[in-house]
């Protein structure tokens, strides 16, 4: 059996007195595409921010590729690609400047090549001389996408990566997710939208900081005797944490 891609061992983080992620533990395969769902507040950008090794665990073990995200997480920042709910470019860089700036930073080979791979890809091509500040949301996410995988990382952490756009870009940020995970890309996706769970190979449902459901999207309906993902969400969740 190959290693798995992430692994949770009671991974724990606490700020002050209040616990965001509550001794969590599950692994992600290889090429699996991996949902974290949860109301706001639930511990799924805390765990995201942990494993890509810009927060230290409080307790527990977690690693990614194979590395230890406390003892390397400088290593694992190396492999993975990391898209956070905020947009983190640089606005006032137009849209190839902006992803030839992250070819730089991880040293990709040939990087005229790889940028336009990257513009090619997320449809940016005819906006390359565009300033980022006046890109609409979807475009920007798109941006952002393009900038996660630059690198070609073994890991992507999409931290609800179509928040906020209409429905034909969601479906060409999927369009993309699915590419990359049937080459071998493991994705480790957070949403909002059930729609987007029903494509995940498996998914982890938080309340509280804790892990409270994992499955398959139809093994969750079946065990909960529930015909929607939406209404298993609401069942385990409760209609406050609805999307």
């Known amino acids: ?14 700020f002050g007195g209040f ?7 599950f692994d992600v ?4 595409i991996f949902g974290f769902l949860g109301a706001n507040g639930a511990g799924k950008s805390t765990t995201i921010r942990m494993l890509c090794g810009i927060l230290r665990p409080t307790s527990g073990q977690g690693t990614v590729g194979g590395v230890d995200i406390t003892r390397n997480p400088e ?10 709910q ?14 030839d700036f992250y070819a730089g930073i991880y040293r990709v ?9 990257a513009l090619e890809q997320a ?10 500040a006046s890109l609409p949301v979807g475009w920007k996410q ?22 906020g756009v209409d429905p034909v870009t969601r479906m060409r940020f999927w369009k993309v997710i699915r590419s990359k995970a049937r080459e071998g890309t493991t994705v480790f996706v957070t949403t909002h939208y059930m729609t987007e769970a029903e494509y995940c190979d498996r998914l982890a449902i938080m309340r509280d900081g804790r892990i409270i459901a994992l499955g398959s999207p139809d093994g969750l309906k079946q065990e909960c005797s529930i015909g929607t993902l939406e209404d298993v969400f609401v069942s385990l969740v409760g209609s406050g944490g609805a999307p």
């Open 109 to 117: 080979p040939d990087a005229k090549a790889a940028t336009r791979r």
């Open 1 to 14: 059996m190959p290693e798995p891609a992430v692994r949770l061992d009671r991974l724990t983080k606490r």
């Open 75 to 84: 290593e694992v920042k190396g492999f993975i690609g990391y898209m956070s």
């Open 86 to 99: 905020r947009f983190s470019l640089y606005d006032d860089l137009t849209v190839q400047e902006n992803l």
């Open 123 to 132: 449809g940016l091509s005819e906006m390359r001389g565009h300033i980022t």
């Open 29 to 32: 395969a290889q090429g699996e």
């Open 19 to 25: 616990t965001a992620v509550d001794g969590i533990t």
């Open 142 to 163: 798109q941006l952002s996408l393009a900038a996660a995988l630059m690198h070609r990382p073994r890991i992507l952490f999409l931290d609800e990566p179509t928040a």
